[in-house]
């Protein structure tokens, strides 16, 4: 539209820019260029718009590495440089550019020139970043000794940067090396002043620790209210890393490591962030030093047990210290370790100062949270811990109670609610899951980052109408996200913010092919085939409205980007037990894997029904378009297409298996929670879904044979193989009561696999009741035929008497399992059964920590629960309802 | 021991343990992109040791003539990360930035029940220059306070008399 515009009007200023702006938009950074040279010459006073050029000219060098250094970095170099010379440089952006393309092209020597000449007086936006810029741009050069001489002179200047610490010490032992390797007398290095020998760095640190006390010993009043960690921390850095560099020495150069780390523990002991400090020097310590700290401290903090009886913390100091301490001994593995009788008196005692501590909670406002709850989240998992190896969910149960409790003295601690997320989703309870998920008040990108927290249980547990509206939610956002970030690629030109150009670019690349938007749009789409349906008919209707291509894949899997935000949840994990990163790999991986099935199950649906009904797909489908020979070509094509994808899927599911092998587990400590892959392949739900899609293909292979006189399939398969459980038995098998008593009466168990089974089994009659409607679309004219030729049955093809028997015997094996779901969700579900069931889920015991209880809160969580399965049943009963109808109607 | 940095695009995907906090708000994309591309350098990072986002500031610097002020957009800090002196030093930032743009005051709003915050900011050196009538809308909307810090450019101090009544939002320039 602007180009036609700029044809009429080629000097418009106003219509030149509209039409930068609409470059922007759409990444024609070529097209950008051309047309702020186009804007400059027309107004050549004005710097932006050659810088505008400029910058579109980087961009390119982004996209096009090929070039990028032997054609547009020198080019937008030299345009800068023209600049410069003849003195026409203006403002500080077009410096910070200038920077940009000195660095992308490696020059960094130059560009130190420029920060060291008249040039840099530009920068002055940001007062700290000539000097990190130069130390940066030395580093490249790797001019060690000035690095090293440079970090010294920013530590002394932030003795409390994390960033500064480590260049120093990455350094410092560059030379060290360096020294060594140039064995004798060899000494290239001859400023004195920068750190090439470990005595000098343990000096350095020591000079900064000494500057720390003195500073706030002396000075009166103390100029600094707080003190800094940095120094301290970065000696237990320089530790970490003589530790990892295998030197014999690296125990003894400061000291004892027990005792510098006990120092780090007297000084901010009471910070809350002490435990993410002391998490990063874990391995400085041995076993039983682990040990012996734990209990020296302890018993320093003088709150033990005297004669069976607790000693409170008389302050919230000494409180956050004992917090620490345990957070500890749980990262150090110690509860790991311990029998379910010390897990559970210690639980309880946790219990007792947790509820002691509330005191000094008092005066504090509802947007706080209470200085003891970091107790609560602590015995939880002691409780979880339990339940784990006792197999017994009433640990689970109770330690619901106890968390909801906690949240009516701290009701906005995330922390607690996530927990509570996770354990009500542990049983199977998704609508407390989901309340707790709103009050976090997700919004916005969080619907990426923090959707999959509720994501995976929704349809899990089958709340298809809250499914409906989460995957809306999700969808809204990211359907704003191509306008929202070219808007403002637009500003950071408008403004001069080149080096937020390609990071703007960049961020839109990993919310557009984000793994989460992804998964919704999915679920969403299968969602909406199955859910209403109840006659064929409207399964067309909903297919025809949908425009979708089944040809192509609209994920691109080699560019998903795994955006979930899986360090929300504080966790005092032991690393051995739990790697997150290597955790979150994996849950990516079959989340991928399970993404493909559902996109491929969805494309299969789609192209199913087109084949059955191929007038009324005739319209959408992209494919027909192309080809103008009537009908009967293109369902040749869809047939093609059908068969093309159910090999696909065939194979995703072959390698789902492999991948099914190495499942993930879920420890409490981890958000990310387990795809339904798992249940899916038990259930084996993809080959039965294969033998469907078999029969519809082999239904309209010979509907074609008799029309055109046996014409040969184009494409070829090996069918599925029938798996070794009939459907019916495995619906069968779900019929259990939600809570069962094991093991004598001693566990109680909550039998969530019934419900996810059953979802599962309900989401896949509905998908099998889709094929066989197209089937029996095919098949109608066919027996309709036959049933003119009157009772000749002896001349039908015995092909086809074989697919008519599979075809009924799919429809009646369907129909019975939609019987025996229903009723599986029937009697276990009613109120009063359910409730006589939760019931048992009460611990008696004379135990302090299971006293204590409010009734009254404990009954209105079994209310909830209640209503949340029963939501489940309802749901998917619904569901159900709807399919039988449906299957009833495609009878001969 | 912190890390102070630009506040960059991909810190949205892992800004969580923060705005998880309930008086944190989380906006919509547009508004921190409005602020990523027009003041970069008033949008900073404080990250830990383990590579965590412990708080953030969002600023801006905006008014014709002598009301050329820096604005405190928003302020916060982890709860585990609170009393290191952290919001001191994102404050500072933005004031030694807004030294350099010449501005004459920085100013900020907060909500009136906030205690802590308007304790904190008064020890910074900041004094209330108004208050902001129902400016926080809520199930119950919320007064703020407009506080303020006369910067070096401003010789006599002019922006930080207390203006001599309430004020409605909609007054607000």
């Keep these: 539209?602007?180009?036609?515009?700029?044809?009429?009007?080629?000097?418009?200023?106003?219509?030149?820019?509209?039409?930068?702006?609409?470059?922007?938009?759409?990444?024609?950074?070529?097209?950008?260029?051309?047309?702020?040279?186009?804007?400059?010459?027309?107004?050549?006073?004005?710097?932006?718009?050659?810088?505008?050029?400029?910058?579109?000219?980087?961009?390119?060098?982004?996209?096009?590495?090929?070039?990028?250094?032997?054609?547009?970095?020198?080019?937008?170099?030299?345009?800068?440089?023209?600049?410069?010379?003849?003195?026409?440089?203006?403002?500080?952006?077009?410096?910070?550019?200038?920077?940009?393309?000195?660095?992308?092209?490696a020059k960094f020597e130059e560009a130190l020139k420029v920060l060291k000449g008249p040039l840099s007086e530009k920068l002055v936006s940001e007062p700290d970043f000539p000097s990190f810029l130069e130390v940066e741009l030395l580093t490249k050069l790797e001019l060690w000794t000035t690095v090293n001489t440079a970090y010294k002179r920013l530590i002394e200047s932030n003795p409390d940067s994390w960033q500064c610490y480590k260049e120093y010490l990455r350094s410092s032992f560059i030379l060290i090396d360096a020294h060594s390797n140039a064995e004798e007398g060899v000494v290239n290095c001859s400023d004195t002043a920068a750190d090439d020998t470990v005595e000098r760095v343990v000096e350095f640190l020591s000079t900064m620790v000494r500057r720390d006390r003195d500073s706030r010993e002396s000075a009166t009043p103390p100029q600094l209210p707080y003190p800094i960690r940095g120094p301290y921390l970065g000696r237990l850095e320089l530790l970490r890393i003589l530790k990892d560099r295998n030197d014999v020495n690296w125990n003894k150069v400061l000291g004892n490591p027990l005792e510098l780390i006990c120092q780090y523990y007297d000084q901010f002991g009471d910070k809350p962030c002490c435990f993410s400090d002391l998490q990063l020097y874990a391995a400085l310590l041995s076993e039983s030093e682990k040990q012996q700290m734990i209990t020296e401290l302890l018993a320093k903090l003088g709150i033990q047990s005297q004669d069976g009886q607790i000693v409170m913390a008389t302050d919230i100091k000494v409180i956050q210290r004992h917090i620490l301490l345990i957070q500890l001994s749980r990262y150090y593995g110690f509860h790991r370790q311990m029998e379910m009788e010390k897990c559970l008196s210690l639980a309880e005692e946790l219990l007792q100062r947790y509820t002691d501590g509330l005191k000094f909670g008092e005066s504090l406002t509802s947007t706080d949270q209470q200085y003891v709850d970091s107790y609560m989240l602590l015995l939880i998992h002691l409780l979880h811990d339990v339940a784990v190896s006792t197999k017994n969910d009433q640990y689970i149960w109770h330690a619901l109670v106890l968390l909801e409790m906690s949240l009516t003295k701290s009701p906005t601690n995330s922390q607690l609610k996530l927990l509570a997320i996770q354990l009500y989703a542990q049983i199977g309870a998704f609508m407390p899951c989901y309340n707790l998920y709103e009050s976090l008040e997700i919004k916005h990108i969080q619907h990426d980052t923090l959707g999959y927290v509720v994501c995976n249980h929704v349809l899990r547990l089958g709340h298809l109408s809250v499914a409906h509206t989460i995957f809306d939610n999700t969808l809204r956002f990211f359907a704003s996200v191509h306008k929202d970030t070219s808007d403002y690629l637009i500003s950071c030109y408008k403004y001069g913010s080149f080096p937020k150009v390609q990071e703007f670019v960049q961020f839109r690349h990993r919310l557009q092919n984000s793994l989460q938007f992804a998964i919704c749009t999915a679920e969403k789409l299968l969602l909406d085939i199955i859910s209403n349906a109840s006659s064929h008919q409207m399964t067309v209707d909903i297919i025809n409205g949908m425009d979708i291509d089944p040809m192509t894949e609209q994920t691109d899997f080699k560019s998903l980007c795994d955006n979930r935000d899986d360090s929300i949840v504080f966790s005092c994990e032991p690393n051995k037990v739990v790697d997150k990163k290597e955790l979150k790999q994996k849950s990516f991986l079959e989340e991928k894997a399970w993404l493909h099935i559902r996109n491929l199950t969805a494309r299969c649906l789609v192209t199913a029904v087109r084949l059955g009904s191929p007038l009324a797909g005739g319209t959408t489908a992209p494919e027909s378009a192309a080809i103008r020979n009537g009908s009967d070509a293109k369902t040749v094509k869809l047939r093609d297409v059908l068969v093309?994808?159910?090999?696909?899927?065939?194979?995703?599911?072959?390698?789902?298996?492999?991948?099914?092998?190495?499942?993930?587990?879920?420890?409490?400590?981890?958000?990310?929670?387990?795809?339904?892959?798992?249940?899916?392949?038990?259930?084996?739900?993809?080959?039965?879904?294969?033998?469907?899609?078999?029969?519809?293909?082999?239904?309209?292979?010979?509907?074609?044979?008799?029309?055109?006189?046996?014409?040969?399939?184009?494409?070829?398969?090996?069918?599925?193989?029938?798996?070794?459980?009939?459907?019916?038995?495995?619906?069968?098998?779900?019929?259990?009561?939600?809570?069962?008593?094991?093991?004598?009466?001693?566990?109680?168990?909550?039998?969530?696999?019934?419900?996810?089974?059953?979802?599962?089994?309900?989401?896949?009659?509905?998908?099998?009741?889709?094929?066989?409607?197209?089937?029996?679309?095919?098949?109608?004219?066919?027996?309709?035929?036959?049933?003119?030729?009157?009772?000749?049955?002896?001349?039908?093809?015995?092909?086809?008497?074989?697919?008519?028997?599979?075809?009924?015997?799919?429809?009646?094996?369907?129909?019975?399992?939609?019987?025996?779901?229903?009723?599986?969700?029937?009697e276990p579900l009613t109120g009063d059964n359910l409730a006589f069931q939760l019931d048992a889920l009460k611990i008696e015991n004379s135990n302090l920590l299971f006293q204590h209880v409010d009734d009254t809160l404990e009954s209105s969580i079994r209310k909830k629960v209640t209503a949340s399965y029963q939501t489940t049943a309802a749901e998917i009963k619904t569901l159900l309802d709807r399919k039988l109808r449906y299957l009833e109607n495609l009878k001969f | 021991m912190t890390t102070i940095r630009?506040?960059?695009?991909?810190?949205?995907?892992?800004?969580?343990?923060?705005?998880?906090?309930?008086?944190?708000?989380?906006?919509?994309?547009?508004?921190?992109?409005?602020?990523?591309?027009?003041?970069?350098?008033?949008?900073?990072?404080?990250?830990?040791?383990?590579?965590?986002?412990?708080?953030?500031?969002?600023?801006?610097?905006?008014?014709?003539?002598?009301?050329?002020?820096?604005?405190?957009?928003?302020?916060?800090?982890?709860?585990?990360?609170?009393?290191?002196?952290?919001?001191?030093?994102?404050?500072?930032?933005?004031?030694?930035?807004?030294?350099?743009?010449?501005?004459?005051?920085?100013?900020?709003?907060?909500?009136?029940?906030?205690?802590?915050?308007?304790?904190?900011?008064?020890?910074?050196?900041?004094?209330?220059?108004?208050?902001?009538?129902?400016y926080y809308s809520g199930d119950v909307d919320e007064d703020a306070f407009d506080m303020r810090k006369a910067l070096s450019h401003d010789t006599e101090k002019k922006s930080i008399v207390p203006f001599t009544r309430d004020v409605r939002p909609e007054e607000l320039e």
């Design chain 1, 1 to 105: 539209m602007y180009e036609n515009a700029y044809k009429k009007k080629p000097d418009s200023e106003e219509i030149l820019n509209a039409l930068f702006m609409a470059y922007v938009r759409i990444g024609n950074y070529k097209k950008q260029q051309q047309v702020a040279m186009a804007l400059h010459k027309l107004r050549p006073q004005k710097n932006p718009y050659y810088f505008w050029a400029v910058m579109s000219i980087v961009m390119q060098a982004y996209e096009n590495e090929n070039l990028a250094n032997s054609m547009f970095l020198p080019l937008a170099g030299k345009m800068v440089e023209k600049f410069i010379n003849e003195g026409r440089l203006e403002a500080e952006a077009e410096v910070r550019i200038y920077l940009i393309i000195l660095q992308s092209m």
């Design chain 1, 644 to 826: 093309r994808l159910r090999g696909e899927l065939a194979q995703c599911l072959t390698d789902s298996r492999q991948l099914n092998k190495a499942q993930m587990t879920n420890d409490l400590c981890l958000d990310l929670y387990r795809t339904r892959l798992s249940a899916f392949m038990r259930l084996d739900l993809g080959d039965r879904f294969l033998i469907v899609l078999d029969l519809l293909l082999s239904s309209e292979l010979h509907q074609n044979g008799q029309q055109d006189g046996q014409k040969a399939a184009s494409i070829s398969f090996s069918p599925a193989q029938k798996p070794a459980k009939s459907l019916s038995s495995l619906t069968q098998e779900n019929r259990k009561p939600m809570v069962m008593v094991c093991g004598g009466e001693e566990r109680r168990q909550i039998v969530v696999e019934m419900l996810e089974n059953s979802v599962l089994l309900a989401e896949h009659i509905s998908q099998v009741t889709i094929v066989l409607g197209a089937c029996h679309e095919i098949l109608k004219p066919i027996k309709a035929s036959l049933n003119k030729k009157g009772k000749k049955k002896k001349e039908m093809d015995p092909v086809m008497v074989s697919v008519f028997e599979s075809y009924d015997s799919f429809l009646s094996e369907t129909l019975s399992a939609v019987a025996d779901l229903q009723e599986a969700f029937s």
């Design chain 2, 6 to 134: 630009p506040f960059t695009c991909d810190d949205l995907f892992t800004f969580n343990n923060v705005n998880l906090d309930p008086l944190t708000e989380t906006y919509g994309l547009p508004f921190y992109l409005q602020y990523l591309a027009h003041w970069p350098e008033y949008f900073q990072a404080a990250e830990s040791p383990s590579g965590e986002i412990m708080g953030y500031i969002m600023g801006k610097a905006e008014g014709p003539a002598d009301n050329w002020h820096g604005h405190v957009t928003a302020l916060t800090v982890a709860p585990e990360y609170r009393r290191l002196g952290l919001a001191a030093k994102l404050m500072s930032s933005l004031e030694d930035i807004s030294e350099k743009k010449k501005c004459y005051f920085v100013d900020l709003f907060v909500r009136v029940s906030n205690r802590v915050a308007v304790d904190m900011y008064k020890r910074l050196g900041y004094i209330v220059y108004r208050r902001v009538l129902e």
